[in-house]
């Protein structure tokens, strides 16, 4: 079922974009399907010391459009400044949610447990060897 979810999500998508993705991955194939199609592909670059960052970096290398925000993708879908990208407002955790996400700005890795949940409100995420980072 996944090859016909990716086909549907190139078909449905005016541009796939890739944040992260090892080269052999189902984000690879959503890719490859859309460039099929003829839908444009726009990739995030990543660290080229990093497995996660191998696909990204191909499709890139390959002739993807560069994502550096979301105006990247407004710009190429829609024509250079013809939609601009709000500033995006940023949510607030619950207060008593707040001091756990100074915890992690910080840098304090014990917090990590407790930060599930502010990863489930969108307000951390989690990257390679499962650190948190704050999202901006």
Excluded: K, Y
Excluded at 29 to 48: D, F, K, W
Excluded at 85 to 90: N, S, T, Y
């Amino acid at each position: 079922m996944f090859l016909a979810r990716n086909r549907i999500i190139a078909a449905l998508a005016a541009m796939t974009v890739v944040v992260e993705a090892g080269e052999r991955s189902g984000a690879m194939v959503t890719a490859r399907l859309a460039r099929e199609i003829g839908r444009p592909v726009g990739a995030v670059p990543g660290r080229v010391t990093t497995p996660q960052a191998a696909g990204v970096n191909g499709l890139l290398a390959a002739g993807a459009c560069v994502v550096r925000g979301p105006q990247d993708v407004l710009d190429h879908v829609f024509g250079a400044g013809v939609r601009l990208a709000g500033p995006g407002e940023r949510r607030q955790p619950p207060a008593e949610l707040r001091a756990l996400l100074q915890a992690i700005t910080a840098g304090h890795e014990t917090a990590a447990a407790l930060a599930r949940a502010l990863e489930l409100g969108g307000f951390v995420r989690r990257g390679a060897g499962g650190r948190f980072s704050v999202v901006p």
